[in-house]
């Protein structure tokens, strides 16, 4: 049976032959030779957080289908949109009022820009426009969203029309300086943060966006204690609204239903996507808080965020059973168990000289690859260590999502891990001894 694939398919790597999968089932995908992979990424990534091949998904969608796929949104609702969207709302933070749903995270993100900027404008606030996010980020892939994060390698090629909009510096306590403390590293942020609204007249800035746990630009890298309590402070201070980017952190990821909940912030509004819909339809959603959405209904005034696929009831009808699945599979809690277990497994995997640090919240785990670890210098990027370790994984059944530039967004090599979230414990370990041989292979080589 043929299992590589070579095709008129844009690839990441065309010197490759990529493996063909055929089907899905639980936490595992099937290759045509029948070859089993256990997906510790959850697609690319976070995003299959149900498993694969649940056949209730496949009724809905098919029923859905044949009642309405698709809606003239300019003059109808309809009962399965309104219900999910009040669904979303009770399954937010407190205070949530109003939600829009889109196809993608960059829209979902790029969405809840535009719904601060029309904030500002609706309250008489003309100059606010611009928005502050941090080094070492993403955010989505459109150009606007490419500018807003701050992923180096990514933005070059469109250097023309990036550098519209002040990044500061990312927060991660592995890469603290060492002579500060915890709480003196946040003091050092935030202080930056004031700062940067100061110098560029503080009427002037409308939003921070930012994720509450770095995932896949990182490797997993949770807020300091704290910190985003301060940033969240300064926003109030100065007028900006507070955006929390959950597309990866969403919906169970790190052991509350929205990242931020793990912290004390309620933002202003929520982007989400991947988890919303477990990967069965594409599906993402803006959430904005009570007092966010009270000027535009005072002044009935509507989002403008048309697009075709915007509340869609297909992805309604998905959406609203991907949350009751949640639910009634204790998701959010088994992040939390099987997370911690899984984190603690991973801690053997220091004893190996180039695993620098283990991090992550919930099921949103990240193991940093260092050439030195005393300096914690990154190994060379052209050396590719993580990418190597993700290779030697899939050839042994594990898929894993490594990534580049976690020290200053060129340099830094990190594996990141977001199995899905009904994974149990005897498949924790098989991804820890997965690692452990790969990175022992990796490091006969690479030291
Ligand atoms: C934090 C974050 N925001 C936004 C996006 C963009 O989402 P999408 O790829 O669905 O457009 C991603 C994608 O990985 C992400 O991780």
Known sequence: MRSLIRSAVVCPDYSKNYPAISYGKGIYLYDESGKEYLDASSGSCAVSNLGYGITEIADIIREQSLKVSVLPTHAFSSRVVADYFDTLVDFAPPGFEKVWTVTSGTEAVESAIKLALQYHRIKGDEKRYKVISRNTSYHGNSVFMLDIGGMPIRKRIYSQWMNHFPHISAANIYRKPADLSEAGYVDMLASEFEQTILEGNPDTFAALVLEPVVGAAMGSVPAPAGYLERMYEICKRYGLLFISDEVMTGFGRIGTRFGIEKFNVIPDIIAAGKGISGGYFPLSAVMASKAVMEPFVQQNNFFLGGHTYACNPLGAAVGQF??????????????????????????????????GDIRGEGLLLGIELVEDKATKKPFPPEMNIAKRVGELALAEGVVLYPGKGSCDGFTGDHILLSPPLIINEEQCNMIVDVLDLCIEKVVGVAV
């Open 322 to 355: 991907v949350i009751s699945y949640i639910k009634k599979n204790n998701l959010v809690q088994n992040a939390n168990i099987q997370g911690d277990y899984l984190k603690e497994r991973m801690k053997r995997l220091y004893k190996y000289d180039i695993v």
